[in-house]
């Protein structure tokens, strides 16, 4: 059982639908949803993308390879206990309002891409959304691992479930582009 506060507690099978109310009722809801971002009506794993997108371009000047490197392990680790916090309070594995796995997956793919200008981040971007919500091969492996199983609680494997699907999404991603960039 979680010594978190349920500040909301989830209706038990049915999940729930996170608004700005669940958004600021725990620090993980915050970090999980994409500081909002993830509350989208429409295409919120987008949105999330398009956020860190945009957080990435702002932050660039300011961080080397190395400062890269540590917000990205930071942030998946923190991350981790987010998303397994907020899946648990919305009563489901993988709620599509948690949008902090496309955040990090997305943010690791721009770093590799690094130095790419505009276009080429933006085919990054359309690979990696291809990816993340067609999720072909092995996309569709990383997503079956780690869920969860009905009648048990909602743990940290699953937590890491939501995080390593995307993940995959982005090797893939990327890997397509170290194709491209070859041939």
Same mark, same amino acid.
């Not at 993980?28 to 009506?41: D, K, R, T």
């Not at 085919?123 to 072909?136: C, G, H, N």
């Given at each position: *059982? $979680?010594?978190?506060? *349920?500040?909301?507690?989830?209706?038990?099978?049915?999940?729930?639908?996170?608004?700005?109310?669940? +958004?600021?009722?725990?620090?993980?809801?915050? &970090?999980?949803?994409? =500081?909002?971002?993830? +509350?989208?009506?429409?295409?919120?794993?987008?949105?999330?993308?398009?956020?860190?997108?945009?957080?990435?371009?702002?932050?660039?000047?300011? *961080?080397?390879? $190395?400062?890269?490197?540590?917000?990205? =392990?930071?942030?998946? +680790?923190?991350?981790?206990?987010?998303?397994? &916090?907020?899946?648990?309070?919305?009563?489901?594995?993988?709620? $599509?309002?948690?949008?902090?796995?496309? &955040?990090?997956?997305? @943010? #690791?793919?721009? @770093?590799?891409?690094?130095?790419?200008? =505009?276009?080429?981040?933006?085919?990054?971007?359309?690979?990696?959304?291809? #990816?993340?919500?067609?999720?072909?091969?092995?996309?569709?492996?990383?997503?079956?691992? =780690?869920?969860?199983?009905?009648?048990?609680? &909602?743990? @940290?494997?699953?937590?890491?479930?939501?995080?390593?699907?995307?993940?995959?999404?982005?090797?893939?991603?990327?890997?397509?582009?170290? +194709?491209?960039?070859?041939?």
């Amino acid at each position: *059982m $979680s010594t978190e506060p *349920m500040l909301n507690p989830p209706l038990r099978g049915t999940g729930r639908k996170p608004d700005g109310r669940f +958004l600021l009722a725990h620090p993980a809801h915050v &970090i999980a949803l994409g =500081f909002g971002s993830g +509350l989208s009506p429409v295409a919120p794993g987008t949105a999330g993308t398009l956020w860190a997108w945009f957080a990435w371009v702002a932050l660039q000047p300011a *961080m080397s390879d $190395s400062v890269r490197a540590i917000v990205l =392990f930071v942030s998946t +680790l923190v991350g981790w206990w987010a998303c397994t &916090i907020t899946a648990r309070h919305l009563a489901q594995a993988d709620p $599509s309002a948690v949008v902090w796995d496309e &955040i990090v997956a997305f @943010w #690791f793919v721009l @770093w590799l891409v690094t130095p790419a200008g =505009f276009w080429g981040q933006l085919a990054a971007f359309v690979l990696f959304r291809f #990816f993340d919500a067609a999720k072909p091969g092995p996309v569709a492996w990383a997503d079956q691992l =780690f869920k969860h199983r009905r009648g048990r609680p &909602i743990g @940290w494997a699953q937590g890491f479930g939501i995080l390593f699907d995307d993940f995959v999404a982005a090797l893939c991603a990327l890997l397509v582009i170290a +194709l491209w960039r070859f041939i």
